[in-house]
């Protein structure tokens, strides 16, 4: 909804950069809501549930952080929110990183 909110309600609103800053914020909500759903199924093959939990946590946080400050920036144009982008980015390569270590572990 938030892609086909950004392509037809916002075109006459913001700018054609406006536009793509939101499109990567849509497409990493995106990705990353996918990755929750990767971690649900890998949690049924029986890898640590703990590990699992946490990366869930920083993915959510990640689509928040990155996503949801993109959306603030482009809809609004406050600029001080700019910096916690960062935050959500690092976010989502943390859980990565758990999603790797919770395979590594259950290889041996």
């Known amino acids: ?8 309600g916002l075109r006459s609103l913001v700018s054609e ?10 497409t990493y909500q995106m990705y990353h809501s996918l990755a929750l ?35 603030l920036l482009v809809l609004t144009d406050i600029r001080w929110i700019g910096p916690i982008t960062p935050l959500g980015g690092t976010c989502f390569m943390v859980g990565w990183v758990l999603i790797i270590a919770a395979g590594l572990r259950r290889v041996r």
Do not use: D, K, N, P
Request: proline share 0%; charged share 5%.
């Open 37 to 71: 759903v990767l971690v649900a199924v890998l949690v049924g093959q029986g890898l640590s549930a703990r590990l699992l939990c946490w990366a869930s946590g920083f993915f959510l946080a990640g689509i928040l952080l990155f996503s949801g400050s993109l959306y």
């Open 17 to 26: 950069r406006g536009l793509e800053v939101f499109q990567t914020a849509v």
């Open 1 to 8: 909804m938030a892609g086909a909110f950004g392509a037809h």
